[in-house]
């Protein structure tokens, strides 16, 4: 994730500066630990002055608290990264915070597991239509299982929300990812990697809305959704490869 961002950056240098300001002024609000890379990772990314840092650390302390006070299991370590995000969408936070809550109880019905649910009512709190957006959820989860593809399984729910947001065609869709899983599953290339199936899966998803998001016409609540849920699954992987697999703060 960091290699990812540091390679697009026009000046590595200043993007550098700019995640050890923001690592400090994320280090004065919540205990040292290098999850805080993810947020000070978006920090950088942003338009905000190297002042301001500090500011938006202590609205993501708020952000957390109110959102674990909303709904215990939304909140980690593992999501510094989007309530990042939610610090610097324009939305006010507790429209994103009650959003986030509305997706999480719309879709805690044992159709997702734990954190699963905390993922997706992350990424599509960025969208205001609850019942739309899980409609679209639920036609891509059902087109993929028509083709044999469980997107219900560790994280893979996550990239859900910016495929539905972007109002993806979920035939194409499972389509295309059907055709990039096969790529990394077969290519030689790749085959040193030892990929579950799952985990292909996922990235497979990522590389598609990916390239779609730097390729099309997308909105900031795209570009958003599409953040959230790659910070989602990459906090979830740094939290769940520590001993104690999630730690709250």
Do not use: W
């Not at 469980?150 to 990239?159: Q, Y």
């Not at 993806?168 to 055709?179: D, G, H, K, R, Y």
């Amino acid at each position: 994730m960091l290699s990812a961002i540091l390679a697009t950056s026009d000046d590595m240098d200043l993007m550098l500066d700019r995640m050890q300001a923001a690592y400090r002024a994320l280090c004065k609000v919540f205990i040292p630990s290098a999850r805080l890379l993810l947020p000070a990772c978006a920090f950088a990314e942003s338009p905000c002055t190297t002042e301001q840092f500090l500011t938006y650390a202590k609205r993501i302390f708020t952000i957390f608290e109110e959102v674990h006070d909303a709904h215990p299991i939304l909140t980690g370590y593992e999501d510094l990264g989007v309530f990042t995000l939610f610090a610097l969408y324009e939305t006010p936070e507790m429209d994103l915070i009650r959003r986030a809550k509305s997706y999480a109880d719309r879709l805690d019905d044992d159709y997702f597991f734990r954190n699963a649910i905390q993922a997706l009512g992350h990424a599509l709190a960025f969208s205001e239509d609850v019942e739309d957006m899980c409609t679209r959820v639920q036609a891509l989860s059902d087109a993929a299982k028509s083709a044999k593809i469980n997107l219900r399984k560790g994280n893979l729910p996550a990239v859900l929300a910016p495929a539905a947001v972007m109002h993806l065609n979920p035939e194409a869709f499972v389509q295309a990812l059907s055709a990039a899983d096969d790529i990394l599953s077969k290519a030689d290339g790749f085959s040193p990697l030892i990929l579950s199936s799952k985990e292909r899966l996922l990235f497979s998803a990522m590389a598609i809305i990916a390239h779609l998001i730097h390729t099309g016409q997308t909105t900031t609540e795209m570009q958003y959704a599409f953040r959230a849920a790659l910070f989602s699954v990459t906090g979830f992987y740094a939290a769940d490869s520590t001993d104690s697999g999630h730690v709250p703060i």
